[in-house]
Nanobody
Framework: QVQLVESGGGLVQAGGSLRLSCAASGRTISRYAMAWFRQAPGKEREFVAAISWSGSSTNYADSVKGRFTIARDDAKNMAYLQMDRLSPEDTAVYYC???????????????????WGQGTQVTVSS
């Protein structure tokens, strides 16, 4: 069973940047796709970004495309989300997730992911 721990959240002004990290333990993340989701107060959890098991393909929500970048470092058993040009609409708890099956593509649906972290709060002030 893999455990995921997110870090790097915080308070930032609009237009600023943050880099979220996701540390995995218990098993390797290699051969597993990774993803980031977020949940704002009063809203459902939504997809943000995903990276395939090989790292060769990525997928982004339209709302973050061109501003966020997902990456992975299998040697460190880590995944990352670089967030640039942040806006107040990006305020949410951000969750890291790992795929349910090996060799998965960068899926959008949350049902494709079986292990989740506790989340890290990102707050963007205007």
């Amino acid at each position: 069973q893999v455990q995921l721990v997110e870090s790097g959240g915080g308070l930032v002004q609009a237009g600023g940047s943050l880099r979220l990290s996701c540390a995995a333990s218990g098993r390797t993340i290699s051969r597993y796709a990774m993803a980031w989701f977020r949940q704002a107060p009063g809203k459902e959890r939504e997809f943000v970004a995903a990276i395939s098991w090989s790292g060769s393909s990525t997928n982004y929500a339209d709302s973050v495309k061109g501003r966020f970048t997902i990456a992975r470092d299998d040697a460190k058993n880590m995944a990352y989300l670089q967030m640039d040009r942040l806006s107040p609409e990006d305020t949410a708890v951000y969750y890291c997730a790992t795929a349910r099956s090996m060799f998965q593509r960068a899926e959008v649906a949350d049902t494709a992911y079986s292990s989740w972290g506790q989340g890290t709060q990102v707050t963007v002030s205007s």
